[in-house]
């Protein structure tokens, strides 16, 4: 089957006093119809601008796509001009942003802000475009809908925000909807039921979902598939199950040990533990991987050759020099 969304070789740069920033660096994802993909890493590794390098959400210039393809149903994006673009975002492509508030228009009411997407993508009257914009914001559970159609943003909590921002991504029943981050700036309780509600949105229209976290909690609880991004390329690529049982790259060893595991029994628990360092500034990267100065295993062949992606399970691909041995092992 012909996936609904491949990058392929994706470099986005950004230019700045200081020099080039390769943010993201030869990156490849792909992604099945109706299938949950979560891109994970710490801020800085490349997640964010891989997301928004697919409807180029980045401000251009300084961010510029310098190589790569981004092929949506078999369609390149990445020549396609910004008029272009609009017709595939909110139609084909949804966004969902981490804070609402910078992303809803905060001189229009929200009931006009969706309207206005049904009516463009969908040709629909302003009367039918609002009756269906009153259904979404009931889908999406925002009580007393048809009043509440006529508030603006400010009038709304950041859950009930978030929400609005979930209805207007699927009001025209998109086939992949891009979550960015999207319950980091809400409440613990909230962001269950903003990922409750995603989840019930995705099985009643059958999108495809890209949910950017740096939460490996809200990895478990959402993806299928699971790609971790470090220093702006993908270092490890697994199904859900497999990433969290049998991790293979140190760094997604670090992330998985970050976290508490309520599931494993005493004799398996251990010791919370955080990554030492930080992500390393992507201004004339060093040479090799671009984790070694922050990984405990790394050996000479680390800091000289730097490590591709390579099949080591069915399904399962990392980018590290262990176990390799067309090289050499440590
Ligand atoms: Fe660590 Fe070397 Fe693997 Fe990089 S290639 S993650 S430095 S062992």
Redesign the pocket.
Known sequence: MAPLLEIKGLKTHFATDDGMVQAVDGVDITLQKGETLCVVGESGCGKTVTAMSILKLIAMPPGRIVAGQIMFEGRDLVPLTSRELDDVRAKDIGFIFQEPMTSLNPVLTVGEQIAESLRRHEGLSHKHALARTVEMLKLVQIPNAAARVHDYPHQFSGGMRQRVMIAMALACKPKLVIADEPTTALDVTIQAQILDLLQDMKDRFGMAVMLITHAMGVVAETAQRVVVMYAGKV?EEADVESLFDSPR???TQGLIRSIPRIDLDAAHKTRLEAIGGSVPILINPAP?????PR?????G???EQE?VLREVAPGHRM????GDTQGGT?
């Open positions: 270092v790259h140190p760094y090799g991987c671009r984790f070694a990984c405990r295993f790394a050996f062949r680390c800091a490590p980018a590290c020099h262990l440590p």
